[in-house]
Every structure is written in structure tokens, then in C-alpha cells.
């Protein structure tokens, strides 16, 4: 079946630490998404990307980074710079071929400061 | 910039309840507007889309939204509540083009009791 793989389900971060959440699809989307959700803030978007090589930064997208390689992977890097990482992480696709499409998400990756 | 708001943060609804959550969005251009529910350990699912033609639109597990362009709302509702139906609810909204990004609402925790 098709859909969004993220992982790991669960991520530690020492102080200091930089650490990187994959996300991978087999949707055949071009478009990708990175939010983060809190509790009471709904979710907010930290970075996307609309086609292979190119990124765009979203709302909160200080102390964070990303790639876009391949089609396929969007992994996002919560540097030591992000001095409040503790969150609830949840990567979507779209497909941009054609309009009127929803953003399909994963499972999420919480990310907990040790 | 555009924002959607949740006016209801918790809700308590017992079994056969009729369900109505609110969203109201701040942007005066065409948008394309959904309801997402996340169930208890679950990855956010799509439950309805509006895009155009008929205001009121139905989803997935008896539920509808209508939108009022007049009020700049798209509440959602269902007619008898189930247990099964505990979750958060996001209302979302997305100016076409743009990246297609999402921006939520902060959510709505529904709980139904037996």
C-alpha cells in the first residue's frame, strides 16, 4: 500500500545535539511538508518542498534544516540550535499533478529532550 | 497572512449527541478548506474537503461541514455522536497556490462518554 513512512517513532536528543527525522513516501507526490504539532497549537509548518532540490522555510523554521535529494525523502534535522524541540513531528505529501488534492501525513516522530 | 480559529477546545458529549465544532478562517480569496481528525495513537486522517460547488460537503463516518462564505466559517457536525468518535479534530485551510500550504486551527478534543 501506498503512503508516508516516518521514523523513528520515538527520538531522544541530548543537549547539544543535532538529530534528523525521516520521512519517506511511495506516493509518487512531488510535494512534502514538515509540521509540528503541540498541545493547544495545533499543528505549524516548518518547512516544505514542492519539487526535488528546492525547500521553502514555513512559519517556525529557526533551528531546523532539510533536504530534498530524492522525490521520495523529505528528513528533517532538529539542530542544537531549536532551543525548544520537544514536539509531536508529523511529515505530510501532496501529489501537485493535478489540483484539488489533500496532504496525506504519517505516523509522526516525538521527540523528547533527555 | 491567513489564520483559522477553533473556538471549542474540549469537548464532552455523551453517546447520540448531535456534534457541532466551529472553524472560522481570515482570508477574503478562494480557498480550499478540510477537517481532520486525529484518533488516539493514530496519524491525522482527511474527513471531509471542500473545494467548490455545493457548501455542504459530507465525509467520512456520518460526518458534513457547510461552508459560509458570508461567515467565513466551515463548521463541522455530525447528528449522533459515538464513542468511537473520541479524537482532536483540526479544521485547516489553504490559499491555492503558494505551496499549497496548510495552515491549522489549534484543535478541538472531542470526548464522547458512553
Known amino acids: 500500500d501506498g503512503g508516508i513512512t516516518q521514523s523513528p517513532k520515538y527520538l531522544f536528543r541530548k543537549e547539544g545535539q543535532n538529530v534528523t527525522l525521516s520521512c519517506e513516501q511511495n506516493?509518487?507526490?512531488?510535494?512534502m511538508y514538515w509540521y509540528r504539532q503541540d498541545p493547544g497549537q495545533g499543528l505549524r509548518l516548518i518547512y516544505y518542498?514542492?519539487?526535488?532540490?528546492?525547500?521553502q522555510k514555513g512559519d517556525i523554521a529557526e533551528g531546523y534544516s532539510v533536504s530534498r535529494e530524492k522525490k521520495e525523502s523529505f528528513p528533517l534535522t532538529v539542530t542544537s540550535a531549536q532551543k525548544n524541540p520537544t514536539a509531536f513531528y508529523l511529515c505530510?505529501?501532496?501529489?501537485?499533478?493535478?489540483?484539488?488534492?489533500?496532504?496525506?501525513f504519517g505516523d509522526g516522530t516525538r521527540l523528547s529532550i533527555l | 497572512a491567513q489564520s483559522v480559529s477553533q473556538h471549542n477546545h474540549h469537548v464532552i458529549l455523551s453517546e447520540a449527541a448531535s456534534l457541532e465544532l466551529g472553524c472560522n478562517y481570515s482570508y477574503g480569496g478562494t480557498v480550499n478548506l478540510f477537517w481532520y481528525v486525529q484518533y488516539p495513537g493514530q496519524h491525522l486522517q482527511l474527513l471531509l474537503k471542500?473545494?467548490?460547488?455545493?457548501?455542504l460537503v459530507k465525509g467520512i463516518k456520518g460526518f458534513e461541514a457547510e461552508f459560509i462564505k458570508s461567515k467565513f466559517s466551515f463548521n463541522l457536525r455530525k447528528p449522533s455522536v459515538q464513542w468511537s468518535d473520541t479524537a482532536e479534530y483540526f479544521c485547516a485551510v489553504n490559499a491555492p497556490g503558494g505551496g499549497n500550504k496548510l495552515t491549522f486551527g489549534t484543535g478541538t478534543q472531542l470526548k464522547v462518554e458512553l
Open positions: 505530510a505529501s501532496m501529489g501537485t499533478g493535478y489540483s484539488n488534492q489533500p496532504q496525506h
Open positions: 518542498s514542492q519539487i526535488v532540490n528546492d525547500f
Open positions: 471542500y473545494f467548490s460547488g455545493d457548501p
Open positions: 506516493l509518487n507526490h512531488d510535494a
